[in-house]
């Protein structure tokens, strides 16, 4: 199906302006589409068209790419992702009840977003942060220690903060 032209304009700007500062050869790709995804945690259609027109690759590669990689998203997400640890260690002391806390308070279930765009509830494995388990990881910040309570409390601070 093909792009709005709207659409393609509206993000080539910024497309651009992305593979310049990291260099338009295909090596770059995987920075590129992090640098790109940061703005709203996940890549569209015409984001991915314009970086592959950008580094003349055929957009079959770099979908392939944003595909494969858990870290990116092709769908879209809220503004900000908790990442839930499902690994052993974090399963063991409780991230069933973590999970469990963070799905009644948002009222999505894992791998979905809140209506307003604000929360993405997603699973990882270990986030290397083991020995505060159980972990979750909120865009770039680390909870550790969590309970159900505690869950509570972090929302909070997202609510509190929100812009
Ligand atoms: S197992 Fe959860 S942080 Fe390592």
Known sequence: MAIPKEQLDSVKERVIQIVSQNGAKEEALLQILHDIQADDNS????????????????????????????????????????????????????????????????????????????????????LGVCGVAPAVMINDEVYGNLTPDKVVEVLAEYDADEA
Request: charged share 20%; aromatic share 8%; proline share 4%.
């Open 43 to 126: 890549l569209s259609e015409a984001e991915l068209l314009q970086v592959a027109r950008a580094l003349d690759i055929p957009l079959s590669r770099v979908y392939g790419v944003a595909t494969f990689y858990s870290l990116y998203s092709v769908q879209p997400r809220g503004k900000f992702i908790i990442r839930i640890c499902e690994s052993a260690p974090c399963h063991i002391v409780g991230a069933r009840a973590v999970i469990s806390a963070f799905e009644e308070a948002l009222g999505i279930k894992m791998g979905e977003t809140t209506t307003d765009g604000k929360f993405t509830l997603e699973a990882t494995s270990c």
